[in-house]
């Protein structure tokens, strides 16, 4: 019988109380290598309103179900209700061509170039420590396949769910 592997990630203590209040810009378009730019939602801790000085981790979700209608979910809603007042920054993006997002959607053959390029992007802002984790499940975990093809700078972890990397299968 061979042994059970189970990796346990916990970006916060479950018990860990709220320092912060959450400031959300939203459609903050972020910029790509040949000029196409991507609706960008970020939510950073904040107090009395205004987003605090300070350099904190992020947790990143890419996604082609329109992330406006995806931050009413419960799921998504609670990740930034959840991490952000505890010291993270939550980055929520249409891929290219859905909602938002300039350019046309291509099926996974424009995520690796264009989430290497939000990495890079997250990791050269003010408010980044450098650490981007990644989240999400069907087409949300083939983009951090992606990423993760790319060798996309600044990831530490993905959280790859119920995921898809190839239509064909």
Known sequence: ???????VICFAPLGAQPLYEVAAFTNVMVPMRD???????IYRP?????????KFPTLL????????ERAAFPGDFATAQFFV???????VQDVRGRYRSEG????????PNDGFDTAQWIGAQPWSDGGIGTMGSSYEGGTQHALAIANAPHIKAMIPMFSMSNFGR
């Open 104 to 111: 046309h959607w291509r099926p996974l053959q424009d995520d």
């Open 1 to 7: 019988m061979r042994p059970l592997l189970a990796i």
């Open 61 to 68: 979700l890419r996604t082609p179900y329109n992330k406006t």
């Open 35 to 41: 000029g196409v730019k991507l609706a960008t939602d």
């Open 85 to 91: 007042p505890r010291g993270y920054v939550v980055v």
């Open 46 to 54: 904040a107090h009395n309103g205004a987003p605090v000085d300070g």
